[in-house]
């Protein structure tokens, strides 16, 4: 507010004990003033530029909350997890082309491995320029780098064939790489995100991220089905996936400007109060009301320091014999702002990290447990009669089962942290289960197909689960203004997890070298869904 008038403090009448101290808080926008009781007490009032002091604006004139009308936001955070995992899981669903066009390697193990180190890489980037780069320049990027390989893959290698055997190999690897610098950045984005909005909004990013699992299995079976011709069906289903991933994307540039969204990731970056906010920066204005001697008057600490000062000689405030006058005509000047440390930045990382350190390793160990068996380890599970099918079951029964575990994850359950980190460890039962459903190579301890899909279901549960309880609970346990930088640590761990797991899994890949060959005809069935085991 920058005219030069000035507004009068009134002072109601009180009976009470002259030795209370009366508190003013100050209501600009709306020039009304709330005044309550309190011994000795003292407000702190923080402004922005020209808006002074409007720090401790009433709670009457406060923007009201915006509604999710017809749940538009959470479906739109449910798409951007789709998004941001879909790509990935189109180029490791169709196990059936990479067996056949790669026979005898490791190409899903290579991918897995492949995406998981490129998205390590690009989930620390990440986490070093969440204060330099616009989330949403970070988010646009990343779905440009997840969209580009997805058609140039279906066009050039899969359409045309412009590769040979070996440079395909390595294109498409190439591909995964770039796909995983892309979603990677969108994935940790979206959890600093969605953050900053209500709790249900993570767990719809998560439950997303299974629903992406699905769609690509689902969209893998139907192609199979309806076009016989491998190439032909994979072709569309590659083509379908690059129009998913435009669909979020289009979604994501509607939604980022919406009431709702602004309302939310605004609030605790700009200067007004937020009930959930921890102390602002900035200079700082204390009001004493001495209501025994009738006195008001201001003092200003200057941020950082311990001591304060009266602002009484202030041109923007001015004590009179008839009661006290505020002139807010003299804005105070804005910082220049500046690239924080690198000790900064460590010690902001490492103060967020002390309050969820035990999410972190949840999260971690939970996709760690995954990632050993999931999907290199499922993509080479066989059986006689079911072939090729096998494999895409077992991996439509887990993407399935991930995505009921993220929809019960939205459960108000009260974990603490130890007791979540106990639980995700648990799941380490599901190695040697797996492992007994391809060891001994060519006569397995649990040769029925049966086995690996129950173990599927169970693992996918859980892991859905446990990979979002934590992630949900880790926004909530440090303030707004930090929750952004939260999802990103959460990220790192979740990669780190994702890592650790896909190196661990090429010992299993030596478990199953001769599976493929324990059959005497191992593809009679593979163009087509059998009848039966």
């Known amino acids: 507010m920058g005219s030069a008038g000035s507004r009068r403090l009134r002072e109601p009448s009180m009976a009470g004990t002259p030795d209370h101290t009366r508190v003013t808080r100050f209501g600009l926008d709306s020039y009304q003033l709330e005044e309550e009781e309190e011994v000795l007490g003292t407000a702190e009032l923080q402004g922005s530029g020209a808006r002074g002091l409007s720090a401790f604006m009433d709670a009457a004139v406060e923007e009201p909350v915006p509604d999710d009308r ?81 058609l140039f893959i279906s066009v050039c290698d899969v359409w045309l064939q412009l590769f040979s055997h070996g440079q395909a190999y390595a294109v498409n690897l190439a591909a995964v790489g770039t796909v995983a610098l892309g979603c990677t950045v969108q994935q940790s984005s979206f959890y600093g995100y969605t953050g900053m909005l209500p709790k249900r909004y993570t767990q719809g990013v998560m439950t997303g991220e299974s629903t992406a699992g699905v769609m690509v299995s689902l969209s893998r079976i139907l192609t199979k089905l ?28 509607l939604v980022r400007r919406s009431r709702f969204v602004r309302y939310h990731t605004s609030r605790p970056r700009d200067g007004r109060p937020d009930s959930r906010a921890g102390p602002a920066r900035g200079p700082r204005y204390r009001v004493h009301h001495d209501v025994a001697a009738e006195d008001v008057h201001f003092e200003h600490q200057a941020p950082g320091l311990g001591g304060s000062g009266p602002l009484k000689d202030s041109p923007a405030h001015e004590v009179t ?73 077992i991996m439509a029964i887990f993407n399935l089962s991930d995505f009921v575990g993220k929809i019960l994850a939205a459960l108000p359950v009260d974990w603490r942290g130890l007791h979540l980190l106990a639980c995700a460890c648990l799941r380490v039962v599901f190695i040697p289960l797996f492992v007994l459903c391809v060891y001994p190579s060519g006569a397995p301890t649990l040769p029925h197909p049966a086995w690996p899909c129950v173990f599927s279901l169970l693992m996918g549960i859980s892991n859905g689960y446990f990979g979002s309880v934590p992630m949900i609970l880790a926004a ?58």
């Open 476 to 533: 909530g346990r440090v303030s707004p203004k930090q929750r952004e930088l939260a999802g990103n640590t959460m990220t790192v761990s979740y990669m780190a997890g994702l890592t650790l797991g896909s190196a661990v899994a090429y010992f299993t890949y030596s478990l199953t070298r001769d599976t493929h060959h324990s059959c005497s005809h191992p593809t009679a069935t593979n163009s087509s869904l059998p009848s039966g085991p």
């Open 70 to 150: 017809y749940h538009a936001i959470y479906f739109a955070m449910l798409l951007a997890g789709v998004g941001f995992l879909l790509p990935y899981n189109s180029f490791i669903t169709d196990v059936d082309y990479l067996h056949h066009k790669y026979p005898g390697t490791s190409i899903v193990f290579d991918m897995s491995l492949t995406y998981i180190l490129v998205a390590l890489v690009a989930v620390l980037l990440n986490n070093v320029l969440v204060e330099r780069l616009s989330l949403h320049t970070r988010i646009t990027v990343g779905y440009l780098l997840a969209l580009g390989p997805l």
């Open 226 to 253: 309806l076009l016989p011709d491998e190439r032909a069906s994979t072709l569309i289903f590659f083509l379908v996936s690059a129009g998913l991933e435009l669909l979020c994307f289009l979604l994501h540039l």
């Open 321 to 393: 014999s008839g009661g006290a006058y505020v002139r807010f005509d003299v804005p105070r000047p804005q910082a220049k702002r500046s690239w924080p440390t690198f000790r900064a930045l460590l010690l902001h990382r490492y103060v967020v990290a002390h309050v969820i350190w035990a999410d972190m390793l949840s999260i971690a160990v939970t996709y760690f447990i995954t990632l050993c068996l999931f999907p290199g380890l499922e993509s080479e599970i066989r059986h006689c009669v079911l072939g090729e099918w096998l494999p895409i079951l």
